[in-house]
């Protein structure tokens, strides 16, 4: 249990031995689940928690409350990580009245089937506020960040903005870190899609005069906000955030491996900025995601493979793709020891995406690299920073 502000508890929860958040997303220093409780004439909580952590969240949820008793439920999203334990605090507090978008209410019944909420919620839209005495909850919707129903909530006494996932990160607070560098992992692969809808929160909360962000996961954020909304707004325009070249390559037996890394060595004697090299049959592909977001430039070298793409670069644009990646400069490397194909698969995959420059020609490789193909590789180098 932290103090937030005098009126305004932490009562989230670590989750330090999760192996996959959301089933795919390595977390190896765990993730929290946050929750706060305002404590004024009367209560509200904010949010739930994961199923993992409901007992550690209920018993903070009582200390926190020291004996009194909740008036409100403000639920903000639906997925599970945050609203599993809904029905049994419902249960527990049969006073207790959830607030959430209407859009989230009609949710309920997806998740608890048998659970009665008839008279128990009330609906909140855009601007709506809600009085707990010298606190006034006031509402903003915030659909797709990360899901339709998703609603933020700005507390005008303490001037904090409980801003659902947006602004959160992997790893659990009892691990102190950067807060970037897994923010932006988080960032490109659960919201990298919705660059956009994150842009129509940022107008948003531009308005707002906030001194604290509660976000749903990671670190509550009370200095230099300008520094996280500044990111966010980057992150969210698709633009570069850092001077730089991922190169990310597919290689079966390393022969493509080899030329990518002496590649990187190139871009990096000229001055390409930060390089990062991301073995993509290997790496936390979340992060080599993350990388391409990040850069300004990008790197891929891959393997035919049955007539097409060796696999793991497949999936690399695909999830590309999927995220909405866009607006880079983009380099190709192919490798193919009788009929190389992975070019125009590259090229094919990447036409599906917005604002892609790829600089021609794409490099061919014949199984190992050559000291004749150097030259070509020198030249991509330079084309791709030209
Ligand atoms: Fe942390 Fe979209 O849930």
């Known amino acids: 249990m932290k103090?937030?502000?005098?009126?305004?508890?932490?009562?989230?929860?670590?989750?330090?031995?999760?192996?996959?958040?959301?089933?795919?997303?390595?977390?190896?220093?765990?993730i929290s689940y946050n929750s706060y409780?305002?404590?004024?004439?009367?209560?509200?909580?904010?949010?739930?928690?994961?199923?993992?952590?409901?007992?550690?969240?209920?018993?903070?949820?009582?200390?926190?409350?020291?004996?009194?008793?909740?008036?409100?439920?403000?639920?903000?999203?639906?997925?599970?990580?945050?609203?599993?334990c809904i029905a049994e605090v419902m249960e527990r507090y049969p006073s207790l009245r959830l607030v959430a978008t209407e859009r989230a209410l009609r949710m309920l019944p997806l998740y608890f089937e048998t659970f009665d909420f008839e008279g128990r919620t009330q609906a909140v839209g855009e601007g709506d506020t809600l009085s707990l005495g010298a606190h006034t909850l006031q509402f903003h919707l915030a659909p797709m960040v990360h899901w339709p129903e998703v609603m933020v909530t700005y507390d005008r006494a303490d001037r904090i903005l409980?801003?659902?996932?947006?602004?959160?990160?992997?790893?659990?607070?009892?691990?102190?870190?950067?807060?970037?560098?897994?923010?932006?992992?988080?960032?490109?692969?659960?919201?990298?899609?919705?660059?956009?809808?994150?842009?129509?929160?940022?107008?948003?909360?531009?308005?707002?005069?906030i001194a604290t962000i509660c976000p749903l996961h990671g670190p509550v954020l009370s200095e230099n906000l300008g520094y996280y909304i500044g990111l966010y707004d980057t992150w969210s325009r698709y633009e570069a955030e850092t001077e730089g070249v991922l190169v990310a390559y597919a290689s079966i037996h390393?022969?493509?491996?080899?030329?990518?890394?002496?590649?990187?060595?190139?871009?990096?004697a000229k001055g390409a900025g930060k390089i990062a090299v991301a073995d993509l049959s290997r790496c936390d592909m979340a992060e080599a995601i993350e990388d391409a977001f990040r850069m300004n430039r990008l790197v891929l070298a891959a393997a035919s493979y049955d007539g097409g793409l060796f696999p793991p670069m497949v999936d690399f644009l695909h999830h590309l793709q999927s995220k909405g990646f866009r607006n880079r400069r983009v380099a190709l490397?192919?490798?193919?020891?009788?009929?190389?194909?992975?070019?125009?698969?590259?090229?094919?995959?990447?036409?599906?995406?917005?604002?892609?420059?790829?600089?021609?020609?794409?490099v061919?490789?014949?199984?190992?690299?050559?000291?004749?193909?150097?030259?070509?590789?020198?030249?991509?180098?330079?084309?791709l920073l030209a």
Not at 3 to 28: C, K, M
Not at 38 to 62: H, K, N, P, S, Y
Not at 254 to 268: F, H, I, P, R
């Open 3 to 30: 103090q937030i502000t005098r009126d305004v508890v932490y009562i989230g929860a670590d989750d330090t031995d999760l192996d996959l958040f959301e089933s795919q997303y390595i977390v190896p220093n765990g």
């Open 37 to 84: 409780l305002i404590l004024d004439e009367r209560v509200a909580i904010m949010d739930t928690v994961d199923r993992r952590c409901g007992e550690q969240w209920f018993a903070a949820l009582e200390a926190a409350l020291g004996g009194r008793t909740p008036d409100y439920l403000v639920v903000q999203h639906m997925e599970p990580d945050h609203s599993a």
């Open 162 to 209: 409980f801003s659902a996932d947006a602004f959160g990160k992997f790893g659990a607070l009892s691990h102190d870190e950067d807060w970037a560098c897994e923010a932006r992992r988080y960032y490109f692969n659960i919201c990298g899609k919705y660059g956009n809808q994150v842009q129509a929160l940022l107008k948003k909360a531009s308005k707002l005069d």
């Open 254 to 268: 390393g022969g493509t491996a080899e030329a990518a890394e002496m590649l990187a060595g190139m871009l990096d």
């Open 333 to 362: 490397v192919e490798n193919g020891s009788w009929a190389p194909s992975a070019g125009r698969e590259m090229t094919a995959m990447l036409e599906k995406m917005k604002d892609i420059d790829c600089v021609t020609p794409v």
């Open 364 to 383: 061919t490789l014949r199984g190992r690299m050559k000291q004749s193909d150097l030259g070509a590789l020198e030249a991509l180098a330079d084309a």
